[in-house]
């Protein structure tokens, strides 16, 4: 049997050109017969273009079906997908080409000139609505390609999430990871044929090009494909969908919507909300607006999903559900033993959900499980003790200090190291703070060298062209000193609490 995550999902897909895939505003429908046979002529194109199964294929490019068709095309052809946040600037995009070595990067006409001076010998195409020059080389090709044999170890897609250390880590995640996670996801969710699934994500995270997108393949669904979240488009196309995934900046900006009405989400089954933290006042005010109760779900780029609040039952705010279908989950103290329901310890996975390791990084992959095969996620948590969400896992914090900022992982170090090398600028602490848009809101907190003054808008301004706008810290602060503990480590706590209130 082929492990090839391609041929489980065109196996779902609905016969016939009659059947429509991907409903876009503006432009015409694209039916699932379209989508394959377009994934066909890319992965034709790739290989002509001198690709082989096991080579790397990166891809920074704008949210058009055609990038979707790319990523069903390297399934297919066994090559390894690699999507990258469009919002990366130069010096991290360089240094992803330098470590995953691709053979080919795919961008945005715009960025052309800039990707080609630092693809590290990769050959670099355009894809835009058109198609692009992507586009141009596939319109030539056969319609149709044979799924490369795979083995469910063999690697489909590598997602760079940042270091504590400030150097990216390349999650490898094979075949077996993706189908596993997807098929245990349609089964919880209740997938069918009948759904339209509202997608509104960017497809270059777990959340957008996995969760979502998978789901409605795996069960020949409909997908409402909008290029970006735009609420009052959003509020329109509600009535003509049955679910909609989202992170949490998603619902508030909903709910700051006039229009947004318990008529208008009547007809949608599932509302989803993910990547981040859902607050409590969110999750009321959803409720009371629509009726409806948002399902609250956990997960990571290392793991895909690993929890789910039920789809019949009780959904409880402030908690991430149970384990889903074929995924373990454990709470543990600092000496690795199991915590008791209601005790806060460190979450740990397995399953075959679980990625591969870090690419090109073994020693780190190692320090990431435990002896008995466990991955630990870095969260900690507990399971609920009693009452309606008994034995529900509720998330307490993020052990390693990373802020979840509209949906994305930002991690400190990558920032506090550049804004350390400011002239005047001593050290350094980045915090998130609650921000009823985005969830957290990066801010920055500067001791100054004496006599110096720190110029706050100098460094978001510098900052906002060396990184992705949104790891750019909306605030920065000078104070004394950072406060530590008798072990000299900074006390972030007690920086979020003086700053917490005070985020624009």
């Not at 034995?391 to 804004?419: C, F, T, W």
């Not at 950072?482 to 706590?493: C, F, T």
């Amino acid at each position: 049997m082929n492990a090839n995550l391609y041929a489980l999902i065109e196996a779902h897909f609905p016969s016939g050109a009659e059947q429509p895939c991907l409903l876009i505003p503006g432009a015409p429908v694209v039916h699932y017969d379209e989508l394959a046979q377009a994934s066909a002529r890319i992965a034709n194109a790739l290989t002509r273009a001198g690709c082989q199964p096991g080579d790397r294929v990166a891809v920074q490019a704008d949210k058009h079906w055609h990038v979707l068709a790319l990523y069903l095309a390297c399934l297919r052809a066994g090559f390894v997908y690699l999507p990258l946040n469009t919002a990366y600037r130069r010096s991290e995009l360089a240094y992803f080409f330098a470590d995953a070595t691709p053979r080919v990067v795919v961008c945005r006409p715009q960025t052309l000139g800039t990707i080609e001076t630092i693809a590290n010998g990769a050959r670099v195409l355009t894809v835009d609505a058109h198609g692009g020059a992507l586009g141009d080389r596939a319109r030539g090709e056969a319609a149709h390609f044979a799924t490369v044999q795979s083995q469910p170890d063999d690697l489909a897609a590598i997602v760079y999430t940042s270091g504590t250390t400030g150097r990216s880590k390349g999650a490898s995640l094979t075949h077996r990871n993706l189908a596993s996670n997807a098929l245990a996801l349609v089964e919880a969710w209740a997938f069918t044929r009948g759904d339209v699934l509202l997608h509104a994500l960017p497809i270059y995270h777990v959340h957008g090009l996995f969760v979502a997108i998978h789901c409605a393949l795996l069960s020949g669904a409909r997908l409402w494909w909008l290029p970006r979240f735009d609420a009052g488009e959003v509020v329109e196309r509600l009535p003509a969908a049955t679910a909609m995934m989202g992170v949490p900046t998603f619902y508030t900006r909903l709910l700051a919507e006039p229009a947004f009405t318990r008529e208008r989400a009547r007809n949608v089954r599932l509302f989803v909300s993910g990547s981040a933290p859902l607050l409590p006042e969110t999750f009321a005010a959803f409720r009371e607006r629509t009726g409806q109760t948002i399902l609250e779900r956990y997960g990571m780029t290392e793991t895909g999903m690993i929890t789910s609040n039920p789809l019949d039952g009780v959904r409880a705010a402030g908690t991430v559900g149970r384990p889903l279908a074929g995924i373990s989950v454990r709470v543990v103290d600092d000496a690795g033993r199991v915590c008791a329901p209601g005790v806060v310890g460190g979450v740990q996975v397995r399953g075959p959900n679980v990625f591969a390791g870090y690419w090109q990084m073994p020693e780190k992959t190692r320090e990431e499980f435990t002896v008995d095969g466990w991955f630990r996620t870095g969260d900690v948590g507990e399971w609920v003790p009693e009452g309606e969400a008994k034995d529900y896992l509720r998330l307490a914090g993020r052990a390693k200090d990373m802020i979840i900022s509209g949906g994305l992982n930002v991690y400190p170090k990558e920032i506090e190291e550049r804004i350390d090398a400011f002239p005047g600028v001593v050290e350094s602490a980045v915090i998130g703070v609650p921000d009823p848009d985005f969830g957290e809101a990066v801010t920055a907190v500067v001791v100054a060298k004496p006599g110096q003054a720190i110029d706050e808008a100098a460094i978001i301004g510098t900052l906002k062209d060396e990184i992705a706008a949104f790891k750019v810290p909306k605030r920065v602060h000078v104070i004394d000193e950072l406060p530590r503990n008798a072990m000299g480590k900074v006390q972030k706590n007690l920086l979020r609490q003086r700053f917490g209130g005070t985020s624009p």
